[in-house]
């Protein structure tokens, strides 16, 4: 091990060092706290640079970690995602009074784990990596102590997290049981040349891991906290709980199917057959029966979780091409929907935004409404939006794969999405307000709107440089 | 291959059936004397006060936290000692590994000083 080692974790490093320093700056005598958000975001963009540009690809941590153009892509679109959420949160926590070097700090702690779980080689790392995510974001979920909602949210999450994490490792005990090993090559070779103890124990091995990855994605059924989790927690959290993990946990997944466990997936394809339908049927139905914002939005999630494991099910180049670009659409309109209901609840009573909270919006705020349009339009899927070409990949490559009847479902499904997207919309444009005057939109969310006008209808009407991004990393793997 | 695993079957009943079998036997066995002072709640042979459910003051958990979070360093000191002398012929890169975990625990340190978890008044 040497300073290769060392440069190719040079993001993840950058960016401990960073939230070890926002603990420094928080425990001051006098803390500075309007510098904080700087300071987090200045690991943030160093860190993305060295992602994007330093060191070579190629095995690092005695093939511990592997740096290739699959982990650089999702790296960096993680390190843009964990930028945008604190570019978010930054109003929000001044709003309510509890801005603090922990959230900051915390949330950079969450992205190394991201980052440290898509470059894994080895399922110890892709554990620890896990943790890593999964651990602040228990705090974060519980960060406002004075709610008893974000208590309630912290402790479910903890709670049903540690269980899942649970089912995961006692999946990499078997997994190791079988093939001795925990190494993603080792274990490649030991499965393709049949030289594993059972096979048996290794389907089981992966099925535990897949319930431990489910969880962290919110695949029915085991989405059941994902509801209370997103509306309880801070309202800036919402938005990176609902899509860091499933970011990485997505990538992740992907990438240890297309590596190791390929030649095995024919035993499984019923099961996430039936995982990615109950998952869009339930997070649909289920969203067209929610009053609150955060709750309709929190379910909307569980439902894209299910489209996305269309990909997980085929793993061929086309369908990881489509996971990519499904994602990173995914993950910035979510956040910026998440953003603009952090506005909407400044005047409400309940910290909770139903669809009436939107009433005349269009009048208050004509931008605001239109960004809320577009970002409901594209996770709805309505051409001309990036969201629209991301399903119409991720369909065409399950349909490809001769998946018919879950194509028909998901389409069904998307129809079905139509109603609840919509009625925020109907509401902010149809239906007058009690509220007539302007809400002060904070500088620190314009990035995230631009983030979503650029991805939803720039990649809509102009696809090209995100389709050779995305299909240029996944040929790393696939 | 089932097979190979059935050993720890019996191992298992054998564990089992000797929990139970001296439950059993000294539940059957067992004279039986109930006195006034016998059935008694058990407390340090004090005689017992009050309710038994009371609040513990928070800091009992946080000083718990603390303690097991700087115990289990020192758990991971060890390995890298053992490995020391041999990886440090390759060059200082463990020496530096170890020091910035120290220094990683170091700032949790000053943290919770800071933030007061060990002021007691």
Same mark, same amino acid.
């Given at each position: 091990?040497?300073?290769?080692?060392?440069?190719?974790?040079?993001?993840?490093?950058?960016?401990?060092?960073?939230?070890?320093?926002?603990?420094? #700056?928080?425990?001051?005598?006098?803390?500075?706290?309007?510098?904080?958000?700087?300071?987090?975001?200045?690991?943030?963009?160093?860190?993305?640079?060295?992602?994007?540009?330093?060191?070579?690809?190629?095995?690092?941590?005695? &093939? #511990?970690?592997?740096?290739?153009?699959?982990?650089?892509?999702?790296?960096?679109?993680?390190?843009?995602? @964990?930028?945008?959420?604190?570019?978010?949160?930054?109003?929000?926590?001044? *709003?309510?009074?509890?801005?603090?070097?922990?959230?900051?700090?915390?949330?950079?702690?969450?992205?190394?784990?991201?980052?440290?779980?898509?470059?894994?080689?080895?399922?110890?790392?892709?554990?620890?990596?896990?943790?890593?995510?999964?651990?602040?974001?228990?705090?974060?979920?519980?960060?406002? *102590?004075?709610?008893?909602?974000?208590?309630?949210?912290?402790?479910?999450?903890?709670?049903? &997290?540690?269980?899942?994490?649970?089912?995961?490792?006692?999946?990499?005990?078997?997994?190791?049981?079988?093939?001795?090993?925990?190494? %993603?090559?080792?274990?490649?070779?030991?499965?393709?040349?049949?030289?594993?103890?059972?096979?048996?124990?290794?389907?089981?091995?992966?099925?535990?891991?897949?319930?431990?990855?489910?969880?962290?994605? @919110?695949?029915?059924?085991?989405? #059941? %906290?994902?509801?209370?989790?997103?509306?309880?927690?801070?309202?800036?959290?919402?938005?990176?709980?609902?899509?860091?993990?499933?970011?990485?946990?997505?990538?992740?997944?992907?990438?240890?199917?297309?590596?190791?466990?390929?030649?095995?997936?024919?035993?499984?394809?019923?099961?996430?057959?039936?995982?990615?339908?109950?998952?869009?049927?339930?997070?649909?139905?289920?969203?067209? *029966?929610?009053?609150?914002?955060?709750?309709?939005?929190?379910?909307?999630?569980?439902?894209?979780?299910?489209?996305?494991?269309?990909?997980?099910?085929?793993?061929? %180049?086309?369908? &990881?091409?489509?996971?990519?670009?499904?994602?990173?659409?995914?993950?910035?309109?979510?956040?910026?929907?998440?953003?603009i209901?952090?506005l909407l609840?400044?005047?409400?009573?309940?910290?909770?935004?139903?669809v009436e909270a939107c009433k005349g919006l269009a009048r208050r705020n004509p931008w605001l409404a239109a960004a809320f349009t577009l970002a409901l339009l594209?996770?709805?899927?309505?051409?001309?939006?990036?969201?629209?070409?991301?399903?119409?990949?991720?369909?065409?490559?399950?349909?490809?794969?001769?998946?018919?009847?879950?194509?028909?479902?998901?389409?069904?499904?998307?129809?079905?999405?139509?109603? %609840?997207?919509l009625r925020p919309v109907v509401a902010m444009y149809m239906q007058p307000g009690k509220n007539t005057s302007a809400l002060?939109i904070?500088?620190?969310?314009?990035?995230?709107?631009?983030?979503?006008?650029?991805?939803?209808?720039?990649?809509?009407?102009?696809?090209?440089?995100?389709?050779?991004?995305? @299909?240029?990393?996944?040929?790393?793997?696939? | 291959?089932?097979?190979?695993?059935?050993?720890?079957?019996?191992?298992?009943?054998?564990?089992?059936?000797?929990?139970?079998?001296?439950?059993?036997?000294?539940?059957?066995?067992?004279?039986?004397?109930?006195?006034?002072?016998?059935?008694?709640?058990?407390?340090?042979?004090?005689?017992?006060?009050?309710?038994?459910?009371?609040?513990?003051?928070?800091?009992?958990?946080?000083?718990?936290?603390?303690?097991?979070? /700087?115990?289990?360093?020192?758990? /991971?000191?060890?390995?890298? =000692?053992?490995?020391?002398?041999?990886? =440090? =012929?390759?060059?200082?890169?463990?020496?530096?590994?170890?020091?910035?975990?120290?220094?990683?625990?170091?700032?949790?340190?000053?943290?919770? !000083?800071?933030?007061?978890?060990?002021? !007691?008044?």
């Amino acid at each position: 091990m040497g300073s290769a080692d060392i440069l190719s974790t040079l993001p993840e490093l950058v960016l401990i060092a960073t939230a070890l320093l926002l603990l420094v #700056m928080e425990s001051a005598a006098e803390p500075h706290r309007e510098l904080l958000a700087a300071t987090a975001l200045g690991g943030l963009a160093i860190a993305l640079v060295t992602a994007l540009g330093y060191g070579a690809d190629g095995l690092y941590y005695s &093939g #511990m970690l592997q740096v290739d153009p699959y982990a650089r892509f999702v790296s960096a679109l993680a390190l843009v995602l @964990a930028a945008l959420a604190i570019m978010v949160a930054v109003p929000y926590l001044r *709003r309510t009074l509890e801005e603090r070097g922990e959230y900051y700090s915390l949330m950079l702690f969450a992205t190394v784990g991201m980052l440290l779980m898509v470059k894994a080689q080895d399922l110890t790392m892709v554990f620890l990596g896990l943790e890593l995510l999964s651990i602040p974001l228990y705090v974060l979920a519980g960060f406002y *102590r004075h709610r008893s909602s974000s208590n309630e949210a912290g402790l479910k999450y903890l709670l049903l &997290g540690a269980f899942a994490a649970g089912f995961f490792l006692f999946g990499i005990a078997l997994l190791y049981g079988s093939t001795g090993t925990t190494s %993603y090559s080792g274990m490649a070779q030991a499965i393709n040349s049949g030289t594993e103890l059972s096979r048996v124990l290794t389907l089981a091995g992966f099925g535990l891991l897949l319930v431990g990855f489910a969880f962290k994605v @919110a695949l029915a059924p085991f989405h #059941m %906290y994902a509801p209370d989790v997103y509306e309880g927690a801070p309202t800036s959290m919402s938005a990176f709980l609902s899509t860091g993990p499933k970011l990485a946990g997505f990538a992740t997944l992907l990438k240890l199917i297309a590596v190791v466990f390929a030649g095995t997936m024919v035993h499984w394809w019923t099961a996430i057959w039936i995982l990615a339908a109950l998952t869009m049927t339930v997070g649909n139905l289920a969203a067209l *029966r929610q009053d609150s914002l955060k709750r309709m939005l929190a379910y909307s999630s569980v439902a894209h979780a299910g489209y996305l494991a269309l990909a997980i099910l085929v793993t061929n %180049y086309d369908s &990881g091409f489509a996971m990519l670009f499904y994602l990173t659409v995914y993950v910035l309109t979510t956040l910026a929907a998440f953003g603009i209901v952090s506005l909407l609840e400044e005047g409400e009573e309940s910290a909770m935004p139903g669809v009436e909270a939107c009433k005349g919006l269009a009048r208050r705020n004509p931008w605001l409404a239109a960004a809320f349009t577009l970002a409901l339009l594209s996770l709805a899927g309505f051409p001309p939006t990036a969201g629209f070409l991301g399903k119409f990949f991720l369909f065409n490559a399950t349909l490809d794969a001769g998946y018919l009847w879950l194509v028909i479902l998901a389409v069904l499904n998307s129809l079905v999405s139509v109603y %609840y997207y919509l009625r925020p919309v109907v509401a902010m444009y149809m239906q007058p307000g009690k509220n007539t005057s302007a809400l002060p939109i904070p500088r620190m969310l314009i990035p995230a709107l631009l983030a979503l006008a650029v991805v939803a209808l720039g990649a809509g009407f102009i696809p090209a440089p995100l389709v050779h991004a995305t @299909a240029s990393a996944i040929s790393a793997i696939l | 291959m089932i097979g190979d695993y059935l050993p720890i079957l019996f191992v298992f009943l054998l564990a089992a059936g000797f929990a139970l079998g001296a439950l059993g036997l000294t539940h059957v066995v067992g004279p039986r004397i109930k006195t006034r002072v016998k059935l008694s709640a058990y407390e340090s042979g004090v005689d017992p006060v009050g309710p038994t459910h009371s609040r513990l003051n928070v800091r009992y958990f946080l000083i718990g936290l603390v303690f097991i979070i /700087f115990d289990l360093e020192v758990v /991971f000191l060890y390995p890298w =000692a053992v490995i020391f002398r041999e990886q =440090a =012929a390759q060059g200082p890169f463990i020496l530096y590994e170890m020091l910035f975990f120290l220094v990683v625990l170091l700032v949790g340190y000053l943290y919770i !000083w800071r933030k007061g978890v060990f002021e !007691w008044e």
